[in-house]
């Protein structure tokens, strides 16, 4: 095997996760902007809320039917069509100062966000051993993180420097390049054309030498996913089991996945540990932080940035330790979330203006959510057959955007219902009730963590399954 072959993989899973790091920027391009996006469009904090609401909102209901999709298309046609769909959001965006239309271009934005994580991780198995999985996971989602270290401080800074327009045709056009890239270098698996090679007919040497990387054999401390036979549905009292070709009904495929526990387990993972990552960069992290707690604007976006640092380096810590101790990985993220809480309700509960050690801690420890949400996504892998492998990733990521979105609005409306909406009326007993919506959904989602981890040991002594 001549050297340039291994090297393809990298080249491959490079481009797909600039172009992932490049959503990240197009999902988060308002989390420093919370402020100016007011003024520039006059709103009060619940619309500036609907803003990031409805454009996660159309992320999660689009992730089911875009799994689908994947799993059809394959991981280039998807990845390729959100670059456009997101460039098309930025440029309305940049352009008009009307509510709605803003509004119609966060829809644009959340649907093409939608197509790019899930192809990203579909693509991975395609390429890699699955040894090397967990730590491609987490590294993906931290080379996601530069791009919401971008959408902090350089994004605020051109929008602050080249004005609302100029500082969002910008985002375009790195995406433009991105996207172009991606055409002729994206390949869904080994011996597979790129979008150019399919639509020239002509498939180029480098894409034929590639499909002696197909086939890598499953190492012998690893088991491969089960087969989707082992997934029966129950219909009234026949059973019905899998067609061949893979063709059923939107619903069957539905109740057949989730007549699986391991999946509904990787769903509540994802559920209760990135929201308060989200509710926090995405939206009010700056508002609290200038409103509530009296900091400067670039004290503000420094400390934003440091959530984005501690993420980065949590991926790094937790890739490996997820790989190392498998079996405890799902107690990993109830530690995690625990820890999130805890540090919450002491800054909710602080009478008075919290210490700058715990403002300090909290801008540490939030963005460990992030990376922890990473092990959804391989306890989804260990028991989702492969024929269901993006529909399983596409559901189990609609989990921490649904917390996500709900919160986010709460946030927004309980600041309303106090009278404190807008940056001339926030104040810190404010934002402390207002962050208090998180509570609920730390409960919900660890309460089906431990129903659904239960369950899931008893089908795993049933097929004698073991993780992988």
């Known amino acids: 095997m001549s050297s340039s072959k291994p090297f393809l993989p990298w080249v491959v899973w490079g481009t797909a996760v600039t172009l992932y790091a490049i959503a990240i920027v197009n999902r988060s391009s308002l989390s420093a902007l919370g402020p100016a996006a007011q003024e520039h469009f006059g709103i009060d904090a619940s619309t500036l809320a609907a803003f990031p609401v409805i454009q996660l909102l ?20 998807l990845l390729l069509s959100g670059g456009v769909l997101m460039m098309a959001g930025q440029i309305v965006m940049a352009t008009v100062t009307n ?31 699955p040894r090397q999985l967990p730590t491609l996971g987490q590294v993906t989602g931290l080379i996601g993180q530069i791009g919401q270290l971008v959408s902090v401080m350089p994004l605020a800074f051109a929008v602050a420097t080249l004005g609302w327009m100029g500082g969002f045709l910008g985002v375009v056009a790195v995406g433009l390049l991105v996207t172009l890239l991606g055409f002729v270098v994206l390949r869904d698996a080994p011996g597979l054309p790129t979008m150019f090679e399919r639509m020239t007919k002509h ?20 088991m491969a996913p089960p087969e989707t036979s082992m997934i029966p549905v129950v219909n009234g009292r026949r059973i019905t089991r899998p067609r061949s070709n893979g063709q059923e009904p939107f619903g069957m495929r539905l109740r057949r996945l989730l007549s699986i526990p391991g999946v509904r387990l990787a769903y509540w993972v994802h559920f209760v540990t990135p929201f308060p990552l989200q509710i926090f960069l995405l939206l009010w992290g700056t508002p609290f932080l200038t409103g509530g707690l009296g900091l400067s604007t670039p004290a503000a976006s420094s400390l934003l940035s440091i959530t984005v640092i501690s993420s980065m380096v949590a991926g790094v810590v937790l890739g490996p330790i997820s790989s190392r101790f498998i079996e405890r990985r799902v107690e990993l993220t109830v530690v995690v979330t625990l820890l999130i809480m805890g540090t919450w309700l002491a800054v909710i509960l602080w009478p008075g203006m919290p210490p700058a050690w715990l403002i300090i801690a909290l801008i540490v420890i939030i963005p460990i959510g992030g990376p922890s949400s990473m ?81 899931t040991r008893k089908w795993m002594a049933k097929y004698g399954r073991t993780l992988r």
């Open 58 to 77: 159309v992320y999660a209901g689009c992730q089911i039917p875009v799994g689908v999709l994947l799993d059809r298309y394959g991981s280039s046609v």
């Open 99 to 129: 509510v709605e239309l803003a509004i119609l271009a966060r829809v644009l934005v959340g649907a093409g966000d939608a197509c790019t994580f899930t192809a990203v991780m579909r693509m991975l198995p395609e390429w890699f051993k």
């Open 375 to 455: 092990i959804a996504f391989e306890v989804a892998r260990s028991h989702t057959p492969r024929s269901f492998s993006g529909f399983g990733t596409g559901f189990v990521n609609t989990g921490g955007f649904t917390a996500g979105l709900i919160g986010m609005m709460a946030v927004g409306i309980v600041l309303d219902l106090q009278g404190a909406g807008s940056p001339e009326t926030y104040s810190l007993h404010a934002f402390q009730l207002a962050f208090a919506v998180q509570i609920p959904l730390w409960i919900i989602g660890l309460l089906g963590i431990f129903i659904e981890r239960r369950k």
């Open 203 to 222: 498939v180029g040497a480098i894409t034929k030498r590639s499909a002696d990387l197909a086939g890598a054999p499953v190492t012998s401390v690893t």
